[in-house]
């Protein structure tokens, strides 16, 4: 046990992100003392950038379907999760259940498309293929050039900075502790049991559980054992129109990118996937192609107003999938990172899991997402 140690918390989640942020709302709810150290702001790492997608079925992949179980499992989680958020927290999640399509514009595409369609039909998701003639009925802001659609009815989106919000809130009210500025400098461990955290600035808090969700970051605090996760980044635009809503109902998909209404107005553009290590820049080419792609599909994309641009880490795992509950090695550890691309579409269901893990005897816990499946692979 630390020296000079501050008693804390049962439990401290490092990291404020979506994650966390479900997480300590869960275990509070489930009689926990819970306390979130986050270095930032609430919500300042990926999850403020993030579209907000809740898109199980036009993220499939044919080789990730332990992955595509579990985005599903979210995303049946979500309406009752927004509704319960929305009454914990008084705020509102930002949910709108407006289904997508997935565009082509060339006969490349419109093939790649066929492919993708096919793909789903075989895992019995619901997605209609659609002339181009169908589609410009539902959405008629879509070019006349657009070859093939697919419509997915069941992909959503919430807005992440009112769930981040609404997350704290909802912590908060349950008797959780948020602390922000607070940076975790390592995780400190006697005869293979955790036993404190180290924090910038030289407090020390005595802690036996430790939930690292500290998103493209869990893997860089001092103490906790290596597992192989890396940032990969995404550049994204805010955009808004001026004449209110309208222009899409829908998310628009196509081939590098995505258009999301959030139903008011605003728009978010995204984005690149690049593997650039921490950097956040956002780059003329980037916002070019995006805006080049997305404005081929949609000409009024050109005419909205650019409210904001910026660039976040995903944190990526060599499976895509996440890493969940009790780290194995390190007795108090559990992980709860590595969302990639589907940190807000998984919250409601990553939240369950890890602090059924926190409190023992729940379900059990997956094996496709434990960390043990990495074991021996290199950080
Ligand atoms: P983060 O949100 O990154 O939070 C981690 C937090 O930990 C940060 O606030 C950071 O400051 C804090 N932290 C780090 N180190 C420390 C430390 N040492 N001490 C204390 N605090 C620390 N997902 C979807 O489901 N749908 C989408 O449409 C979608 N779109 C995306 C678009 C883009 C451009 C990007 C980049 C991501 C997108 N994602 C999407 C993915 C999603 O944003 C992430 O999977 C999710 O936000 C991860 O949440 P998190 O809480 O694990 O990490
Ligand atoms: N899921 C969308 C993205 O990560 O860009």
């Given at each position: 046990m630390?020296?000079?140690a501050?008693?804390?918390?049962?439990?401290?989640v490092?990291?404020?992100g979506v994650?966390?942020?479900?997480?300590?709302w869960?275990?509070?709810?489930?009689?926990?003392?819970?306390?979130v150290?986050?270095?930032?702001?609430?919500?300042?790492g990926?999850?403020?950038?993030a579209?907000g997608?809740?898109?199980?079925?036009?993220?499939?992949?044919?080789?990730e379907?332990a992955?595509?179980?579990?985005?599903l499992r979210?995303?049946?989680?979500?309406p009752?999760?927004?509704?319960?958020?929305?009454?914990?927290?008084?705020?509102?999640?930002?949910l709108?259940?407006?289904?997508?399509?997935?565009?082509?514009?060339?006969?490349?595409?419109?093939?790649a498309l066929?492919?993708?369609?096919?793909?789903r039909?075989?895992?019995g998701l619901?997605?209609e293929?659609?002339?181009?003639?169908?589609?410009?009925?539902l959405?008629?802001?879509l070019?006349?050039?657009?070859?093939?659609?697919?419509?997915?009815?069941?992909?959503?989106?919430a807005?992440p900075?009112?769930v981040?919000?609404?997350?704290?809130?909802?912590?908060?009210?349950?008797?959780?502790?948020?602390?922000?500025?607070?940076?975790?400098?390592?995780v400190?461990?006697?005869?293979?049991?955790?036993?404190?955290?180290?924090?910038?600035g030289?407090e020390?808090?005595?802690?036996?559980?430790?939930?690292?969700?500290?998103?493209?970051?869990?893997?860089?605090?001092?103490?906790l054992?290596p597992?192989?996760?890396?940032?990969?980044?995404?550049?994204?635009?805010?955009?808004r129109?001026?004449?209110?809503?309208?222009l899409?109902?829908?998310?628009?998909?196509?081939?590098g990118g995505?258009?999301?209404?959030?139903?008011?107005?605003?728009?978010v553009?995204?984005?690149?996937?690049?593997?650039r290590?921490f950097?956040?820049t956002?780059?003329?080419?980037?916002?070019?192609?995006?805006?080049?792609?997305?404005?081929?599909?949609?000409?009024g994309?050109?005419e909205l107003?650019v409210?904001?641009?910026?660039a976040?880490?995903r944190?990526?795992?060599?499976?895509?999938?996440?890493?969940?509950g009790?780290?194995?090695?390190?007795?108090?550890?559990?992980?709860?990172?590595g969302h990639?691309?589907?940190?807000?579409?998984?919250?409601p269901?990553?939240?369950?899991?890890?602090?059924?893990?926190?409190?023992?005897?729940g379900?059990?816990?997956p094996?496709?997402?434990?960390?043990?499946?990495?074991?021996?692979?290199?950080?």
């Amino acid at each position: 046990m630390a020296q000079n140690a501050t008693a804390t918390s049962d439990v401290a989640v490092i990291g404020g992100g979506v994650i966390g942020l479900a997480i300590a709302w869960r275990a509070a709810q489930r009689g926990l003392s819970v306390c979130v150290l986050e270095r930032g702001e609430l919500g300042a790492g990926a999850s403020r950038v993030a579209a907000g997608m809740l898109a199980p079925v036009t993220e499939a992949d044919a080789g990730e379907l332990a992955l595509l179980k579990l985005g599903l499992r979210s995303a049946r989680a979500w309406p009752a999760f927004a509704a319960e958020l929305a009454q914990a927290a008084g705020a509102d999640p930002g949910l709108r259940s407006s289904g997508a399509l997935v565009v082509a514009r060339d006969r490349d595409e419109a093939e790649a498309l066929e492919r993708e369609l096919a793909l789903r039909v075989e895992l019995g998701l619901d997605v209609e293929r659609l002339l181009p003639s169908a589609a410009r009925r539902l959405e008629p802001a879509l070019a006349p050039t657009v070859r093939l659609a697919l419509d997915v009815p069941g992909d959503h989106s919430a807005d992440p900075r009112a769930v981040v919000l609404a997350l704290a809130q909802a912590a908060r009210h349950a008797g959780a502790t948020l602390r922000t500025g607070t940076k975790v400098e390592r995780v400190e461990r006697a005869r293979g049991q955790v036993t404190a955290i180290g924090l910038a600035g030289g407090e020390t808090l005595r802690v036996d559980r430790v939930v690292a969700a500290a998103g493209a970051w869990s893997a860089a605090i001092d103490g906790l054992p290596p597992i192989p996760l890396r940032p990969v980044k995404g550049q994204i635009l805010r955009l808004r129109d001026p004449a209110g809503p309208g222009l899409l109902e829908r998310i628009v998909r196509f081939e590098g990118g995505y258009l999301v209404p959030r139903g008011d107005g605003r728009y978010v553009l995204g984005a690149t996937m690049e593997e650039r290590g921490f950097d956040t820049t956002v780059t003329a080419g980037g916002l070019y192609e995006l805006l080049r792609d997305a404005g081929e599909l949609v000409p009024g994309v050109h005419e909205l107003v650019v409210e904001e641009i910026s660039a976040g880490l995903r944190p990526a795992t060599p499976d895509n999938a996440p890493l969940l509950g009790p780290a194995g090695e390190l007795e108090g550890l559990h992980w709860a990172t590595g969302h990639h691309r589907n940190g807000i579409l998984l919250a409601p269901v990553s939240a369950d899991i890890v602090v059924d893990g926190l409190v023992g005897g729940g379900a059990e816990l997956p094996a496709a997402f434990a960390a043990a499946r990495f074991d021996g692979v290199h950080a």
